[in-house]
Every structure is written in C-alpha cells, then in structure tokens.
C-alpha cells in the first residue's frame, strides 16, 4: 500500500491500518460475535503478517488490555517500518476502564506505554476520550500537557479520539490528527472531518466498518469513493484476528483509492 502524509504531521500512514485492539481485550465490545484472545504466539504471527501485507500504521492504547505489550513484544524490532499510535486516558485492568485525565496520570501512563511497546518515542499520542471531550479538554491542561511531553520526545505528535462534534472541533486547535467513528452508517462527524482536512489536520477512522456490522466492500467504498470527506481521511484503522480478512479489505482499498 502507498504511504499517505497524516495531516501536516509530518508523519506517513497507510490507507488501511491495522486497530490492535482484538489482540488484546475481549470483554466490553462492540463487535457482534465473541472472540477468544489470540495466544502469545498467534499474536506475533498476526502483527508481523500486518506488517507484511503493507500495513504501515499500527494502533493501540492501554485501553486494549494485553495489546501494547504484544505489539513491542512482536514489533519492536521492526519499529522503523511503521508508524505506532497509543494513547493516554484510558486504562483497563480487572475487565474494567477508568479514566484520568491529571497530567500526572497521563504522564505516568505514557511511561508504562513506551515501556510495554519498548521503544522511547511513539509516532502518534492521542487523548483517550471518555465522551466528554469538552469538559475533560477544559477541566485540565490536556493541550499543554500533550504539548510538553511532545517538547520531551516522547512523541512526534499529539492529538485526540473523541466522539463529540463541539469536543473535537475545540481538539483542532491543538492536535496534529485526530481519530473519529465515521462510516456509511455514522455520518454525525462529517463537519469535523472536513474541518481537519482544511486545517491540515490528520483524520483516522475508527469502526469505518462499523465494528463488523457493515459489509466490507460497501463500507470501504463509501468512505474511499463515495464520502464528500474522503479526501480529508488519512488512513482507516480496522480491527481484525484474521489475516485473510485484512488482506481481502487491503485489496479492496487499494482498487478503490
């Protein structure tokens, strides 16, 4: 796959990107079948076959339960061949979510991540919204905070995955991407993709696929040929245990981009 600017980032990603959020967490999702977690083993064998498919933007948060720490275990040594997105705000442990947003928190948390992942820097740090994105922007110094530990080097850039028009827009101001639920089905956020791409700033979809409710070939369609935002969107992050899916929706990307 081609590689595509995100944003005035300066960093490069794939049409299609790979959501590591199945490699590690089960429990309180959205997707409409139960799966059960990959062993150690098939983790590595999936992520380095990402990888080798073409993917080049690999996702995950502390949020997603075992999956930072399987994706530094497999990837680390290929760190140079993709670009890697986590985020801060969000934990999950004992099956259950908490989130906060303190500077001391999400510095405290960035460390674990870059730790887990094994490397000293991650390309992409985003805010993990609990769905107030406005309040929780405005109740702490999320921007400043983001700022300083992009000045530290521990990210190259910042930014935010909300779920509110009003949080997201005020995001712009100070994120160099964003990550928003948009596809042929969910068209709520279309403004604040069209505002981003006018801003240079960079847009990742999140469930373009619904979370597994819509048909690929469809779903990919719409937000490659036929969204009046297409042209805004950097890259598609897709969640996925199997590797003839992935290269199947690839396929289907690249013939349409």
């Known amino acids: 796959m081609d590689r595509h600017a995100l944003g005035n980032s300066g960093l490069e990603v794939t049409r299609i990107g790979y959501g590591a959020f199945k490699i590690g967490r089960n429990v309180g999702t959205k997707y409409p079948d139960s799966y059960e977690l990959p062993g150690d083993h098939e983790s590595d064998t999936l992520l380095n076959a990402m990888l080798d498919l073409g993917v080049a933007f690999v996702d995950t948060a502390p949020a997603y339960g075992l999956s930072e720490q399987r994706v530094g275990r497999a990837l680390s040594a290929r760190r140079s061949e993709f670009t890697l997105s986590t985020k801060v705000g969000e934990t999950f442990e004992n099956g259950q979510s908490t989130w906060d947003f303190s500077p001391e928190a999400m510095e405290a948390s960035l460390q674990r991540s870059l730790q887990r992942l094994q490397c000293d820097a991650v390309d992409l740090l985003m805010v993990h919204s609990d769905g107030r994105d406005l309040e929780l922007q405005a109740e702490h110094d999320v921007a400043g905070t983001m700022q300083r530990f992009k000045d530290a080097g521990w990210t190259r850039a910042i930014g935010f995955s909300g779920k509110t028009e009003v949080g997201l827009m005020a995001a712009l101001q100070w994120s160099d991407a964003i990550m928003v639920e948009y596809n042929l089905k969910a068209r709520e956020l279309e403004p604040v993709i069209q505002a981003a791409g006018e801003r240079g700033v960079g847009v990742l979809v999140k469930k373009g696929l619904g979370s597994g409710h819509l048909a690929p070939d469809a779903a990919l369609r719409f937000l ?32 349409g981009s």
């Open 224 to 255: 490659l040929e036929e969204s009046p935002v297409r042209k805004a969107i950097s890259s598609i992050v897709i969640g996925s245990l199997s590797t003839s899916r992935m290269a199947a929706n690839i396929e289907l990307a690249c013939s």
